[in-house]
């Protein structure tokens, strides 16, 4: 889904390929959900969806934007940090401690970032353009680390057909807002790959809600880092981008902070 999303976001921009994007999914999960005897959600499900759908949205646009800019493998590696991020939400959302293993882990992530940032510096096209795009990146991580705190919660009030459906209707909604400024109908090409980062965006969306709901977040974050591997194959595949050493190490550091931050418990059970 990044790969055809990039693709659509060098070709059409990254608000053009999210607001289609959504029309596409919702079109897609309409039919389904009523064909699964959907149901009008209740107040408090709405709006955990309304506020799910601001976020995906701005967290979404964000790095496509930034993915434009960075290749696919350095970008997927920088949205690892969100998981860090979390901790320190979930700290100022939900009166959570944040002891000392987390603060290790914290400057583990911040340390791979800056070794992936140096990277770029070190290979000379480190240009203000790069640097907008990581900067995009990382906001998108902040707004993925709330995104992961009302993950769980919404997978526990809604079924996965109708989390993937509201939340695709509610990031339509907000980004239309823009577009008597902003829209702009692709080419057929564009459209082709929108519609199929649609598709895969409302697969992925259900299997995660589906997960989500049976586990506990800090139990399945670390089957995300996975993500790095396809990042990588698809952005040599796609677009010819190289994975740097510098950003194998930066991941590395990531990776073994959010290792380092998870509860023992659930480390044992995602070995298991």
């Known amino acids: 889904m990044d790969g055809l999303m990039k ?7 990254a608000y053009n390929a999210m607001l289609l994007r959504s029309l596409f999914g919702t079109a897609l999960m309409f039919p389904l959900w009523k064909w699964r005897g959907g149901q009008w959600p209740d107040r408090g499900a709405m709006k955990l969806h309304a ?16 993915l434009v800019r960075v290749p696919m493998a350095e970008g997927i590696a920088l ?13 100022v959302l939900l009166g959570e401690q944040v002891g000392k293993r987390a603060i290790i882990a914290s400057v583990l992530g911040l340390v791979g970032v800056l070794v992936i940032a140096a990277g770029r510096l070190g ?25 992961l705190i009302l993950q769980r919660k919404q997978a526990q009030l809604a079924g996965p057909i109708e989390v993937a459906l509201f ?33 895969l965006a409302m697969v992925s969306l259900m299997l995660i809600s589906w997960g989500y709901g049976r586990a506990e977040a800090q139990a399945l974050l670390p089957v995300e880092y996975t993500a790095f591997i396809w990042a990588a194959i698809l952005g040599w595949w796609m677009f010819d981008e190289p994975v740097t050493l510098t950003t194998l190490a930066g991941v590395a550091l990531i990776v073994v902070g959010c290792w ?3 509860p023992r418990s659930h480390i044992e059970e995602v070995a298991l």
Do not use: C, H, K
Not at 127 to 136: L, M, Y
């Open 123 to 147: 290979e000379g096209n480190f240009s203000d353009d790069a640097a907008w795009g990581i900067g995009a990146i990382l906001i998108s991580a902040v707004l993925y680390a709330f995104n």
């Open 167 to 199: 939340q695709t209707v509610f990031v339509g909604l907000f980004l239309g807002l823009a577009a008597p400024w902003l829209a702009q109908v692709p080419g057929s090409r564009a459209l082709l790959d929108i519609g199929g980062g649609a598709l």
């Open 7 to 13: 693709n659509a976001s060098i070709a059409a921009g």
């Open 79 to 91: 949205s690892f940090i969100a998981p860090l991020i979390a901790l320190y939400l979930a700290a």
């Open 260 to 262: 380092i931050a998870a």
């Open 51 to 66: 506020l799910r759908g601001a976020v995906s949205g701005a967290m979404a646009t964000t790095f496509f934007w930034g």
